[in-house]
Structures are given as C-alpha cells and as structure tokens.
C-alpha cells in the first residue's frame, strides 16, 4: 500500500478527531468566558473568538448558548468520577459511615472540579428555562443516590427520630456548593480538610 493510500485510510478518523477536538476547545473556551464575565455576559460571538472558530461552527456543534452551556455541564459532571464513587459505595457496603465518606468525597471532587459551572447552570437557570431544569436534574439526581444508600442501611442505622428524607435533606445542606465555596474563598479551607469536616459532620448528624 503506497504512503498515499496509508493517509486516506486514516482520513475520517483524523476529521473525527479533529471534530472532537474543536468541540472540546469550544467547551473549554466557553467555561473560560463563562468563568470570567458569566454566562448573561458572554456571548456565541465570543465563545467563537475564544475558541479560534467561525460563529456557525459554534452553531453547528452545540445549537445554541443554551447547549453548549449543558455541554459543559455534562462534562463537569464526568470529570467528578461517579465511578469511583460507585466503587467505594460497593465496597464499604456493610459501612454506612465509610458510604458518607465516599458521597462526601464525589461531592468534594465535584465541586473542586466543576464548581463553576454547577454556579455558571444556577445563574443562567433564573433566565434559561432549559438551565433551571438542569440544574434541578443535577440536585435530583444526587438526592437520588442518597436515597439508594440510605434506603440499603439496615434498620436502625439512621440516629434515632430521623426519617430518610429528612436525613437526605440533611445531607443536602450540609454538602453543597455554597459550604464548599464559603469554606474555600472565605475561610482559605483546603478541599481535603472540607472533605474530612463533610465525612465527620455526616456521620454525627445522621447515623445512630
């Protein structure tokens, strides 16, 4: 096979690669802007310029402002490891207070990682229809996991007098970005010191 044939085989994989690249740079432009002016502040336009292409081709990959920003959204979420989490859920099976610890550490990671555009999805979501119910799906979905946990404690395990609701909307306020980013911005706690603080507070709030 001639050189030129080896390069025309690998043509539709270098263009997917290619795609997957510009939109991944379009994403990373757009969380930037986002991150420096917010979202009502930043407009396609400027998320083109950023990322060094044409306006159509920001149209062409994400839609509009509004899919671009679930875009990015839907890969903070990925860059918090669910998996992980999923993995340490499993194996402290039989540990409710190793299982708090693990939810505590997902949610630090989240938050550390992608918290924000978890505050970029809020701000818009008072404009965004779309953006409200993103953000809704996102504290539904980790009220969610919260309620399978808790739901596989044997009886007794919850403190005496607390109902599972009530210990999920416990956890809600304890573990959510308005602590971690009081604690981080305003008090200089490191993640990992929240983390441990989340683990501790956990436990002492919600187990027998």
């Known amino acids: 096979m001639s050189e030129e044939q080896d ?18 740079e379009i994403a990373r432009a757009a969380r930037r802007l986002f991150d420096s002016q917010g979202w009502a502040g930043t ?13 159509p081709t920001v149209y062409a990959t994400y839609g509009n402002k509004t899919g671009l920003t679930r875009a990015v959204a839907d890969s903070a979420d990925l860059s918090a490891d669910a998996p992980q989490m999923l993995a340490e859920l499993e194996a402290a ?11 505590a550490a997902y949610d630090r990671r989240l938050f550390e990682r992608a918290g924000d555009i978890i505050m970029v999805i809020r701000e ?7 953006l409200a ?29 607390l109902d599972q609701q009530s ?42």
């Open 133 to 161: 119910t993103a953000y809704r799906d996102g504290r539904e979905r980790g009220d969610a996991t919260r309620v399978q946990v808790f739901s596989s404690w044997p009886a007794g395990t919850l403190r005496h007098g």
């Open 93 to 103: 099976a039989s540990n409710p207070r190793a299982q708090l610890a693990a939810m």
């Open 7 to 24: 390069r025309r085989r690998y043509d539709s994989l270098r263009r997917t690669t290619q795609a997957l690249e510009t939109r991944a």
């Open 167 to 208: 210990a999920v909307d416990i956890y809600a306020a304890i573990c959510n970005i308005d602590v971690y980013t009081t604690l981080t911005t305003e008090r200089g706690w490191p993640p990992g010191r929240i983390e441990e603080w989340w683990g501790q507070t956990l436990a002492r709030e919600l187990l027998r």
């Open 124 to 130: 818009a979501g008072r404009s965004e229809p779309e």
């Open 43 to 55: 407009t396609v336009r400027e998320v083109a310029r950023e990322a060094g292409v044409s306006v």
